[in-house]
């Protein structure tokens, strides 16, 4: 399996993403378009931005039998139809984060399955 080493650059504030790249210092070096110093990433880190590891910026997301999307950062959220990518919703509006969609199918299959099992034992 190939190393999922994927750097991104995000603004939260601006809810704007680019990459992947590399590594940290190939984001910043986009961003900056330029040879740059700590002093210039400390101020656009205080303006939102930030150099993440793509794993690590994401919030899961996980539909209930009700529809209802659960977020790993606590919240709910429902759509009128469809789940997030039909809604083209990228990022989480509470945390901001990538949205990341749990597949609810094997917990469908896993429920259905207890409930034959369920029946049988009646
Ligand atoms: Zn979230």
Redesign the pocket.
């Known amino acids: 399996m190939e190393s999922e080493k994927e750097y991104s650059l995000i603004s939260v504030p601006q809810q704007r993403r680019c990459g992947p790249f590399e590594s940290e210092d190939a984001a910043w070096h986009y961003l900056f378009g330029r040879d740059y110093d700590e002093h210039d990433i400390a101020q656009h880190q205080e303006a939102g931005w930030s150099v993440e590891l793509r794993d690590e910026v994401s919030?899961p997301?996980t539909e209930d039998d009700d529809g209802v999307w659960n977020?790993?950062?606590g919240?709910m959220f429902e759509f009128t139809n469809d789940g997030p990518p039909e809604n083209r919703f990228e990022f989480?509006?509470?945390?901001?984060?990538y949205?990341k969609v749990r597949g609810t199918l094997g917990k469908l299959n896993e429920l259905s399955k207890q409930a034959q099992e369920l029946d049988i034992d009646y």
């Open positions: 919030c997301w977020t790993q950062c919240e989480c509006p509470y945390c901001g984060k949205i």
